[in-house]
């Protein structure tokens, strides 16, 4: 398909796992990652897109897994929180040294490092071509940073959620364990609910559907495929909406 000359969405949120971050390393922030999503982001930003993200945390700590061995859950999960923080302000580096202007905003106070999630302030810095980096998940416990990004993207208006996976969309099973799985090029939501196919949490699912808002999956390291969709290519990931006449093939 041939690609727009001009974006065909005005404003998207990107939503980032931790371990998207790690590269090939076992743990941490890859130098090396974080500048080339800038690079990619950047091209966005030139083209005249508003662009926001919601990052996770996974790449440093996960609450859940220590919740299952006794820890309180709640002191879990907050401690992912922070460990959001960190991810944010790693990639606001990245995005300032590649040129941009970036803002962290986080739904936990923390005023000395970040600013406090305002919705209204977030949609100005948007409107003024400042990168908006959504920390600290919802600021609740219990809610994952798949929530967190699909109420965010409702709150700013967003006309597009990407969600970034290590793999180029849906698959009718994970590609990595069956040979014969295939990838949907679109889905309803009431679909990948029912169909229980683990993209994101059910209540980040119905938050989208609920509300209108379009999520695209796409593979994260494949260099390009951000701009190519946010330019209006429509055979780049899988594309779940509630138009129920779209090919699937």
């Known amino acids: 398909?041939?690609?727009?000359?001009?974006?065909?969405?005005?404003?998207?949120?990107?939503?980032?796992?931790?371990?998207?971050?790690?590269?090939?390393?076992?743990?941490?922030?890859?130098?090396?990652v974080v500048e080339?999503?800038?690079?990619?982001?950047?091209?966005?930003?030139?083209?005249?897109?508003?662009?926001?993200?919601?990052?996770?945390?996974?790449?440093?700590?996960?609450?859940?897994?220590?919740?299952?061995?006794?820890?309180?859950?709640?002191?879990?999960?907050?401690?992912g929180m922070l460990a959001t923080v960190i991810n944010a302000l790693g990639l606001q580096d990245a995005i300032e040294h590649a040129g941009m202007t970036a803002?962290?905003?986080?739904?936990?106070?923390?005023?000395?490092?970040?600013?406090?999630y305002i919705r209204r302030r977030a949609i100005r810095h948007l409107e003024k071509g400042r990168v908006v980096i959504f920390a600290a998940g919802t600021g609740n416990p219990f809610f994952t940073t798949d929530s967190a990004a699909s109420l965010r993207a409702i709150e700013?208006?967003?006309?597009?959620?990407l969600k970034a996976t290590k793999v180029d969309g849906?698959?009718?099973?994970?590609?990595?364990r069956d040979a014969s799985a295939k990838r949907y090029s679109h889905l309803s939501y009431d679909e990948v609910i029912?169909?229980?196919l683990a993209v994101m949490d059910t209540t980040a699912i119905v938050l989208c559907r609920d509300n209108g808002m379009?999520?695209?999956v796409f593979d994260i390291n494949r260099t390009g495929d951000l701009k190519r969709i946010v330019f209006g290519e429509d055979n780049v990931g899988t594309l779940v909406d509630n138009n129920l006449?779209?090919?699937?093939a």
């Open 36 to 79: 080339r999503l800038a690079a990619e982001i950047k091209e966005l930003i030139d083209a005249g897109v508003e662009v926001a993200l919601v990052v996770g945390g996974g790449n440093i700590f996960r609450g859940v897994g220590l919740a299952g061995r006794g820890m309180d859950r709640v002191t879990g999960d907050q401690m």
């Open 194 to 196: 029912d169909q229980r």
């Open 103 to 116: 803002r962290v905003m986080s739904a936990v106070r923390i005023n000395q490092v970040c600013e406090d």
């Open 1 to 32: 398909m041939t690609q727009n000359s001009t974006p065909t969405f005005r404003r998207i949120l990107l939503k980032l796992s931790g371990e998207a971050l790690m590269g090939n390393a076992d743990y941490g922030i890859s130098a090396d």
């Open 214 to 216: 379009p999520l695209r």
């Open 245 to 248: 006449t779209r090919d699937k």
């Open 170 to 176: 849906i698959y009718t099973a994970d590609p990595k």
């Open 156 to 161: 700013i208006n967003a006309d597009l959620m």
